[in-house]
Nanobody, 126 residues
């Protein structure tokens, strides 16, 4: 089992920045060989893909809504994946989840992920 814990959420004004972290414990070897993605879910909406990173960090993927503003990265020696969020807008308000895939390939659908964190709230005020 891989246990994921997100941190770094909070309240920020529009235009501000936050950095989310996703720390893994348990079978960390599995985590280091897994694609990891960030999803988010706003009230009344479905969970949506935000960004994903391959197991090596060599490939990254972003949704159109965050491309150019968010950056995903990982440090496998620390078993941690990060999401740097810049130029935040009110539409970014949501609970953000990290998820790990048993495959090495980034998938954009939540159903493809085996391990999930509990989520961290991000609120952007105007």
């Amino acid at each position: 089992q891989v246990h994921l814990v997100e941190s770094g959420g909070g309240l920020v004004q529009a235009g501000g920045s936050l950095r989310l972290s996703c720390a893994a414990s348990g079978r960390t070897f599995t985590f280091s060989m897994s694609a990891v993605s960030w999803f988010r879910q706003a009230p009344g909406k479905e969970r949506e893909f935000v960004a994903g990173i391959s197991w090596s960090g060599g490939s990254t993927f972003y949704s159109d809504s965050v491309k150019g503003r968010f950056t995903i990265s990982r440090n496998n020696t620390k078993n941690t994946v990060y999401l740097q969020m810049n130029n935040l807008i009110t539409d970014d308000t949501a609970v953000y989840y990290c998820a790990a895939n048993s495959n090495t390939v980034v998938e954009v659908t939540p159903q493809e992920y085996d391990y999930w964190g509990q989520g961290t709230q991000v609120a952007v005020s105007s």
